[in-house]
């Protein structure tokens, strides 16, 4: 009986060891086979998280941010203490004594499914195999990748210090509002920084890894104040609290910027404007979209924010009053439902519903507002963010065409902003504003180092992100003759070369094409400096075909205004399209004395570690390193700049544009106090108007028109509307930055001509028709009509000199004249309004 009973108990014991054998051989098959095609876990000590690009004005200021995933990284020794402790309260107790998986956990989890029927299933995954499940596996629940999970965990435990596997977990997780990471969402839903957490908040954020919808601070608020307590009384248990911090911890209401308790942190940045988003059109192209937006890249930007905003401002105002001269009301084109106007809470929700821009500060910030009533000599208006009701009298739209009655309806969405007095800056009233039709664009650079100070693409970022300073191709008109005679210049030609201002006639295969000037009359011989001072079209075709339009193509390609310049004679007159962006960094190149500069957006780019990935100054500092300098003596900057033109031919060209601003096209419309110099800009029928100048240190320029193109109307030209624009913004810019004269640079002499007929005068001459010309030593020009530039087109054989005085007759051109040929010929009729014209009038 007794050799029975062992044997049967043998047995039993030999069975149930043959099957835990099988067991363990089973799970180590399955373990086995799951193992082989695993994910390296060595990756994970070189993981780089998607991580915000920040952009950094120059003094430092955070201006902006990029990111797909709203990512910052906090390494493990700059995560508080008390962080760590909430979610290792919530996640995971056993973090710091488990080998990457908690058994007792597992067995408590299966346990207690048992027990209710696989009603309550509730978790047992470790922070170990979370950050397994986050990183190389997916977000499946299934057995598989249960298994895997444990495989992964257990080596990436013989990898990775117990700290960095927290720092992969904390920098990783998703905790709602597009926040990833804790420092993210410290800021997300506080606003603050990790180290400023109050032990509630910490709890709070513990408590959001497991369904940030289903705990988010105003909408759950009872259940996320629930699941908050539940983590303080794990950290009280565990350890990390004592009894007087959790009690005043659990009883804190849950604050929050959701609950506009914390100013979020976006209000601490400026608005999204059309300098940072070219940036990031810039640096996607150039680094790659993903390492632009998840890279964490550290962008110093160039902008100057004071004399960006007075580029905006300045721009601004050239448009609105455009905009307001042509009387036109057309509004926002929005409206609220007039049967929610009734009830003022009604109104406002639907207002802050409404999509209409919210950047737009000129002569203040212009608000949203909705018309409510509209009487007979007033609107009564609903202003967002302002209580009550206000009103906008009848005189303040005496600038409308139109019916009163006809151009508003209650429940219209209009812009309003207040009125001042000049004197105290007293409230005066309320008044209707409108973004124009009209659009434009500005831009300044520094004219040594390419960097753009301002850049305003538009009038309201909001309104329209499309950026017209560098992605609007339009024709330059006018603005671009200065390479043509810059081609000239460096090609012998000098200011006192005369050229013949009469009619030309071209056979273009399509037609005839008649070029004419601005004014509907011809000149006769004139210097090159009148010539380009007051913007003669005829002449300028005149020395572009005497010069070779390939020459002046060739030229205009080196300064970068173009990739490729079709050499047509229209083309002399700016008929081919190109950026203000290129313009004014081509113009920077006159200012520097024929230097080239790469215009850029960005100093300097740093990655995630701080290392610089791209430096835009490559010049070398002679004597930075020198321990001690004599007094009043600066470092010596080496410049590696290429020379695209001669340096004399820069002054010659600088000194014909300073004749513009002070007696030309633009003469009475910029007036700084210090040597400027520049061109206006005006194609046909003024679809495009354009002022490009410079000082001796910026150099800037605006563009006007119609997104779509069509004529502005009468009385439009670059000196009428963008000079003053510029003006405006330089008087700024050179309180700040200053201003002086122009480097005359070695090798040529000043001579004293007649500026009406380019003849030599003498040393002591004076007058108004008096100027000093910079010519090249030893290359003294042939003065008078010895010279004389016709271009190979038919001119008169005694075509009178150039009168002074805008308002000298007009040559007749019905009279008998010879070609260039020796040839007889009569000149055609003057040219009319009606008459073809390619490219710039004035």
Request: with cysteine.
């Amino acid at each position: 009986m007794v050799r029975f009973i062992f044997s049967f108990f043998g047995a039993i014991l030999t069975f149930v060891t043959l099957g835990l054998v099988a067991g363990v051989m089973m799970i180590g098959a399955v373990f086995w086979m799951y193992a082989r095609d695993l994910p390296d876990t060595e990756d994970l000590a070189n993981y780089e998280p998607k991580t915000i690009s920040r952009i950094y004005s120059g003094e430092g200021r955070l201006i902006d941010e990029f990111a797909e995933e709203r990512r910052l990284f906090a390494p493990a020794d700059e995560i508080p203490e008390l962080v760590k402790q909430a979610f290792i309260s919530a996640e995971d107790k056993n973090f710091y004594t488990h080998k990457g998986y908690d058994a007792r956990g597992i067995a408590a989890a299966l346990v207690e499914a048992v027990k209710s029927r696989g009603q309550t299933v509730r978790g047992a995954s470790t922070i170990t195999q979370q950050v397994m499940k986050n990183f190389l596996l997916g977000g499946e629940r299934t057995g598989e990748r249960k298994v895997k999970e444990l495989i992964l965990a257990t080596r990436i435990e013989e990898t990775l210090s117990k700290d960095e596997i927290l720092e992969l977990y904390l920098n990783e997780i998703f905790l709602g509002q597009n926040s990833y990471g804790v420092a993210a969402a410290a800021q997300t839903y506080f606003n603050k920084t990790l180290s400023e957490l109050r032990p509630e908040e910490a709890a709070y954020l513990a408590a959001l890894p497991k369904a940030p919808s289903r705990y988010h601070p105003v909408r759950e608020r009872e259940r996320a104040v629930e699941r908050r307590n539940f983590v303080l009384r794990e950290m009280h248990e565990n350890g990390f609290l004592d009894a007087e911090t959790y009690q005043a911890a659990h009883t804190a209401p849950l604050r929050s910027v959701q609950n506009g308790d914390y100013q979020p942190f976006s209000a601490s940045l400026p608005s999204r404007d059309y300098f940072t988003d070219e940036i990031r059109r810039q640096l996607s192209r150039d680094f790659g979209e993903a390492e632009f937006f998840g890279g964490g890249l550290s962008i110093r930007a160039t902008i100057d924010p004071e004399l960006q905003a007075e580029a905006a401002q300045a721009l601004r105002r050239g448009l609105e009053t455009y905009d307001r001269d042509r009387g036109v009301w057309r509004g926002t084109g929005e409206t609220v439902d007039p049967a929610a106007l009734a009830d003022e809470a009604a109104w406002r929700a639907a207002l802050a519903e409404v999509r209409v821009p919210r950047d737009i500060a000129l002569d203040g910030k212009w608000l949203p507002a909705v018309v409510l009533r509209v009487e007979a000599q007033r609107l009564v208006i609903g202003i967002e963010d302002v209580e009550g009701t206000a009103e906008v009298p009848r005189k303040d739209i005496a600038w409308m065409k139109g019916d009163f009655f006809e151009n508003f309806k209650p429940g219209d969405v209009v812009h309003v902003r207040r009125m001042t007095a000049d004197s105290d800056g007293s409230f005066i009233r309320w008044t209707l504003r409108q973004v124009p039709e009209i659009q434009g664009g500005f831009v300044a650079m520094d004219v040594n180092t390419g960097r753009v100070l301002a850049m305003q693409g538009g009038f309201s970022y909001q309104d329209s992100v499309f950026n017209r300073a560098t992605q609007a191709t339009r024709q330059p008109g006018s603005s671009f003759k200065p390479f043509v005679y810059a081609a000239a210049l460096d090609s012998g030609y000098s200011p006192a070369t005369i050229v013949i201002d009469a009619p030309i006639e071209i056979d273009t295969g399509e037609g005839i094409w008649r070029p004419r000037n601005s004014s509907n009359k011809f000149y006769g011989p004139t210097p090159l400096r009148t010539g380009i001072e007051q913007s003669r079209n005829l002449m300028t075709v005149r020395l572009a075909r005497e010069v070779g339009m390939e020459t002046v193509a060739h030229y205009a390609e080196r300064f970068g205004v173009y990739d490729r310049l079709e050499p047509y004679l229209a083309n002399a007159l700016g008929a081919q399209e190109t950026t203000l962006y290129r313009m004014v960094a081509a113009y920077a190149m006159f200012a520097n004395g024929g230097e080239r500069v790469e215009p850029t957006l960005v100093d300097r780019v740093q990655d995630r570690w701080g290392r610089t990935v791209y430096r835009h100054d490559t010049r070398r500092c002679i004597d930075c390193d020198t321990p001690e300098l004599a007094e009043g003596e600066a470092p010596q900057i080496e410049s590696d700049r290429k020379r695209v033109m001669n340096a004399i031919t820069a002054y010659q060209l600088t000194s014909m544009m300073r004749g513009v601003v002070e007696r030309g096209t633009a003469a009475g419309r910029v007036n700084l106090g210090v040597p400027t110099a520049g061109k206006t800009g005006t194609t046909n029928d003024a679809r495009d108007v354009w002022f490009v100048g410079f000082t001796s240190n910026i150099a800037a320029g605006c563009y006007m028109g119609f997104d779509r193109p069509r004529g502005l109307g009468r009385g439009s030209y670059g000196g009428s509307m963008c000079a003053p624009v510029f003006n405006a913004f330089m008087k700024v810019a050179t309180a700040k930055y200053g201003g002086g004269p122009f480097k005359v640079p070695p090798g040529g002499r000043f001579i004293k001509i007649d500026r009406y007929s380019g003849a030599r005068l003498p040393d002591d001459a004076a007058g108004p028709n008096v100027v000093a010309e910079y010519f090249r030593a030893g290359a003294e020009p042939i003065f008078g009509l010895g010279g004389m530039i016709d271009g190979g087109f038919a001119m008169g054989s005694d075509l009178p000199l150039f009168e002074p005085g805008e308002d000298a007759p007009p040559v007749d051109m019905g009279e008998e004249v010879t070609t260039s040929t020796g040839r007889k010929a009569t000149v055609g009729p003057k040219a009319n309004f009606g008459t073809l014209s390619s490219g710039g009038l004035y």
